[in-house]
């Protein structure tokens, strides 16, 4: 019996070695660290990919009928605007005075693959720039070129970057951050068409939006002086008037349903 409990005796204390545990935790923020910084390059190399497609969109869209033919039509519309204009010193008559759609930098001027940046333009622009529902620019060939038309015609109208706003619920962090880089204002809640021009004249792009945008958007500026400062540029109404049954657009989308001088197709 002596002898088992002897042998069942504990040996002397000994200190443990310290774990090896220890040191890969100490490791783990820089592994975290790393794979940050391995993201960021990541998206920084996704941004200068679509930087670079927009640069390619804008050569090509610069080059065809389409471009010649929609400046033709905008400029066209905003000459007649202007001549219908009694007052001789309105708001919106020395905004269109401003918005210099002719006067703007020939487009051989453009740097062959850059995208048209910043003009520094002598007096100040009274354009405001709103745009709705691009698409997502950086998968989708034609939201691309809708984009690249956007950036031309700030160009053109000599409308700075910082005065256009933009939004689409579909917009990817990474389009966000490709926005942002242009110099545009990316909105962060969806308005849902409901915007007020608040008395500054504003231009509308919305390529292919829903009807009920184009709804919304009449909705908030249902008076003759808001429609008097708007420049819309998007789906024809008389299309989508066409397209639907009258008693739809009558229950559904009454502002465009509306027949009124107020508004003035081109």
């Not at 050569?59 to 605007?81: G, M, P, V, Y």
């Not at 015609?153 to 966000?176: A, G, M, T």
Request: charged fraction near 20%.
């Amino acid at each position: 019996m002596a002898a088992a409990a002897a042998a069942e005796a504990p040996g002397p204390w000994r200190a443990a070695a310290p774990r090896k545990r220890r040191r890969s935790a100490a490791r783990r923020p820089r592994g975290r660290q790393a794979a940050a910084l391995g993201r960021e390059a990541e998206t920084e190399a996704d941004r200068a990919v679509v930087l670079r497609r927009l640069q390619e969109a804008a050569e090509d869209l610069l080059l065809s009928d389409f471009w010649s033919l929609a400046l033709e039509t905008i400029n066209s519309c905003l000459t007649k605007h202007l001549e219908q204009l009694k007052a001789p010193d309105g708001t919106l008559l020395e905004a269109l005075g401003n918005l210099h759609l002719n006067s703007s930098p020939d487009e051989s001027a453009v740097t062959p693959g850059a995208i048209p940046g910043e003009t520094l333009v002598p007096g100040t622009c009274h354009w405001k720039c709103v745009c709705y529902g691009i698409g997502n620019f950086a998968t989708c060939v034609i939201a691309r070129y809708q984009l690249t038309f956007l950036l031309l015609f700030l160009e053109k109208c000599q409308i700075p970057r910082r005065h256009c706003w933009v939004y689409d619920p579909l917009f990817s962090q990474l389009e966000i951050g490709v926005l942002n880089s242009l110099g545009l204002t990316v909105l962060s809640e969806n308005e849902e068409g409901k915007r007020s021009v608040d008395g500054e004249p504003t231009i509308f792009y919305m390529p292919h939006c829903g009807t009920a945008l184009y709804n919304n958007l009449l909705w908030s500026n249902w008076s003759l002086d808001a429609l008097s400062q708007m420049l819309l540029i998007g789906n024809s109404f008389r299309g989508l008037e066409e397209r639907l049954l009258g008693r739809i657009l009558q229950k559904n989308y009454t502002y465009i349903a509306k027949e009124n001088p107020k508004i003035e197709h081109h």
